[in-house]
């Protein structure tokens, strides 16, 4: 069951069983950013389809290709109808989305073709033998959008399409994907749904613990009062002999604390942190399909625990045994090199390949996106700060990817992208409010074209779960605004 090892942002629930994991990772499940959706597993699920994609869309004197995984949707398609493009992210593409979702309900009203691609590197898209650091370099956002721009100029000649408008869709960094092929190519890509979509390239995201600070104070002030608290004690024991063994014993801790290995200390704090984070970023979505897990913990479960008369530090630890019994771990593993070791494995059968390592990757030569504890009024401590996360680069891929790198990668996406200032049209950025992730999206219109659609009270892209009973007012009325602006797009 999901494992969330310790990297970003969209996708699943993998279902291997590991003992003594970190569980939550830069705010991404082992498979990626977005959980699936609620759904009875049966044997109607589009099967696998295969496209041969271009290798390196920047070299064409290089002729290699390689074997693109998609999926398609018919059923509710009507000759001169839209084609819906679902962009796959950093996990494994999982073909629920084509049966049940946002996106689905709207191809049924708007007779729609949907299309579901395989994100280069991602599942059972492998353009390369292995995930070698020298093979790792055509995984990149910019060879993701053209491998999408292809797909779709050959679905265009290949299906009769050409003059389909599709529109893309695509939650988290799939959701900037969404954003940037619209961008890039506006003759291809009608319009987008770019759903909680960071669009903005830093290394250090300290506002993302800042969120989670506020999304725990919708409960009232006394949750992330008793965090504050028992990351006091926390930071004391752990300076001290006797409190270490008692941390051990009241974590669950697999190893003993070795307090002059700072990294281990970084990565105990930060994994107390991912307990909350985990929860706070999928709070309430509607995601589990039959027979997953922790889609049931929620915000409110957890500031009930820290609440409770007792020594917040005791609380603290109650969240943890909570969440390392939901996910099936025998006990806390915070080792660095053990967290270090699994995300070297180059192999495609690795439990890393599931998207930890390729997804690092991206935040090393892209993105960054670190989830450090450096904003100061957040309750998490200051343990894990901005070179806790960049070591990991070299440490992962050796010392051609080091921090030199990532600053100058990180200067070009923005500069590549345009950050929040990107100039785009026809597009709806859904946000959650109570989702980390809105800190590096769009919140105010950026023209009567590019429009925020803030939703109130809930997490990382629940527009795009099918809808629940329990859904807030704010989310139902926010899918009901996006079904329409896609009704007016295609009349225009
Ligand atoms: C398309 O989705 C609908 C709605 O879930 C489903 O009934 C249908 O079987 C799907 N069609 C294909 C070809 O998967
Ligand atoms: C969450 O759901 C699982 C499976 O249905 C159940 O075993 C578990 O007790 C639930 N956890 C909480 C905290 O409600
Ligand atoms: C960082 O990597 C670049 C190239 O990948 C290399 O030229 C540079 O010397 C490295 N810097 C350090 C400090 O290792
Ligand atoms: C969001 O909802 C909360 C609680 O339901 C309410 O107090 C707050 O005013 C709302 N914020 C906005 C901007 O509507
Ligand atoms: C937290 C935040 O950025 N909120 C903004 C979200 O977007 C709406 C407009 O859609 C603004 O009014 C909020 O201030």
Known sequence: MSVFPRILLLVIFITVLVECKQLFRQGRFDSGFIPPPKYKHDSSLPPDLWFDQILDHFNPQDLRSWKQRYFINDTFYKPGGPVFLQIGGEGTADPIWMVTGACVDYAEQYSALIFQVEHRYYGKSHPVMDLSTPNLKYLSSEQALEDLAYFITSMNSRMDLSSAKWIAFGGSYPGSLATWLRMKYPHLVYASIASSAPLVATADFSDYLRVVRDSLDTT????????AKATDT??????????????KSM???????????????ANLFSSLAGNFEGVVQYNKDN???????????????LCDIMNQ??????????????????????CLDFKYMNMIKEL?????????????????????????YYQTSSYASQ??????????????????????IN????????????????????????????NGSIDPWHALSVTKDLSPEAIALFINGTAHCANMYPPSPDDLPALTAARVVISKSIGAWLNE
């Open 220 to 227: 009232g002030p006394t949750c992330v009062e008793n965090i």
């Open 234 to 247: 926390l930071t004391n024991l752990v300076q001290d002999q006797d409190g270490r063994v008692i941390l």
């Open 251 to 265: 974590f669950n801790l697999c190893d003993d604390i070795d307090f002059s290995n700072k990294n281990d200390v």
């Open 287 to 301: 995601r589990a399909f039959e027979g997953g897990v922790g889609y049931n913990i929620t915000i409110d479960m």
């Open 309 to 330: 008369d007792n020594q917040p530090i005791n609380n603290y630890a109650q969240v943890n045994s909570l969440i390392l019994k939901t996910y099936s771990q025998k």
């Open 344 to 368: 070297q494995d180059t192999t495609w059968a690795g439990s890393a390949a599931v998207g930890g390592r390729q997804w690092t990757y991206q935040t090393c030569t892209e993105f960054g």
């Open 379 to 400: 309750p998490f401590g200051d343990g894990f700060p901005l070179d806790f996360w960049t070591q990991q680069c070299s440490d992962i891929f050796g010392a051609s």
């Open 403 to 430: 921090e030199t790198v990532l600053n100058n990668a990180i200067k070009f996406t923005n500069a590549n992208y345009g950050g929040l200032g990107v100039k785009v049209s026809r597009i709806i950025f859904p």
